[in-house]
């Protein structure tokens, strides 16, 4: 079976409980990891629940993490945090046997849980136990938004990429937000496991505005709305972010060798992916040292990819 699964869409209803339920009891089974389908059983069915009924869609599932540490997500539309649970909730004997009773049943099946807030949506997120317990297990909220301190004046360089595939950013954003989220929970929950995870996620942080500010993903998205396929980035940023933009690259390759390493629930990138990054950020750092705009048509990965196909 491929590491890496893609999410499971669910409806809006009833079904969208149990298709999850049963989904993630046959993914348990796929890597191995049948002593964990109690539980993950049974949290899945109350965050699937909770976002039903409290939550906007688009509703999905997914298992992602490790094999020795595999994770459910459950991702909604709303970026409104969830009600956390009490270390003095419900004391009811049938707590386990009922769903959609607040996040104390996640909190007994878990090793570790939380939620993440993005940008449209939110995750919440839980490491199923192999048995549930009697405590009720602290989680905890990240990435709400921080309030920006001010940038100093700084020098500013102009970058203009050229022929950008809009597919291939959106692409490239996309794996990123979810390679940034993956480092950020594996060192959450389990930094003495994977200290590799830790130190990519401390990168990630040191990159994190400039990468949200400085690429051009809001002129991309314009692109991508009005139907175009390719088009042209003009990006104006401090000398230091465009030099520091190419740290992301080795940073990349860090994450690919942890994701082949560590066995992911999830994929590295492919050649195609690589080939794109490395000329897209390649540019700002050749731009940033004085010389000009290479266009994705006439880089060499570019007519290397034309040849190939």
Request: glycine content about 8%.
């Amino acid at each position: 079976m491929p590491l890496n699964r893609p999410a499971l869409s669910l409806g809006s209803g009833p079904r969208g409980v149990q298709d999850a339920r049963r989904w993630v009891v046959q993914t348990c089974t796929d890597i191995g990891r049948t002593d964990l389908i109690e539980c993950a059983e049974l949290g899945v069915s109350e965050l699937v629940t909770n976002a039903l009924l409290h939550a906007d869609p688009p509703f999905s599932v997914r298992v992602r993490g490790t094999r020795e540490h595999p994770r459910v997500e459950v991702r909604d539309g709303s970026p409104e945090p969830p009600v956390m649970p009490t270390r003095h909730g419900d004391d009811d004997d049938d707590l386990l046997l009922t769903f959609g009773r607040g996040l104390g049943i996640v909190a007994r099946c878990s090793d570790a849980w939380g939620t993440v807030i993005e940008e449209d949506g939110k995750v919440v997120w839980f490491n199923p136990s192999a048995t549930p317990g009697d405590e009720i297990l602290e989680g905890v909220v990240t990435g709400l938004p921080e309030t920006p301190e001010p940038r100093p004046a700084q020098d500013e360089v102009r970058i203009d990429v050229l022929g950008v595939p809009v597919r291939a950013f959106m692409e490239f954003q996309r794996h990123y937000r979810e390679l940034r989220r993956e480092v950020r929970l594996l060192a959450l929950a389990h930094e003495a496991d994977y200290p590799l995870a830790k130190n990519l996620s401390d990168l990630f942080g040191s990159l994190e505005r400039d990468l949200r500010e400085g690429i051009g993903a809001d002129q991309t998205e314009a692109a991508l709305r009005s139907g175009k396929d390719v088009t042209d980035l003009h990006v104006e940023m401090p000398q230091r972010s465009a030099a520091t933009i190419g740290r992301f690259l080795e940073l990349l390759d860090l994450a690919d060798e942890f994701c082949r390493e560590e066995r992911l629930l999830s994929l590295a990138r492919t050649p195609d992916q690589q080939q794109f990054q490395g000329w897209f950020l390649g540019e700002f750092v050749r731009q940033q040292q004085g010389e000009r705009p290479l266009p994705w048509h006439d880089a060499p990965v570019s007519r290397q990819q034309s040849t190939v196909s």
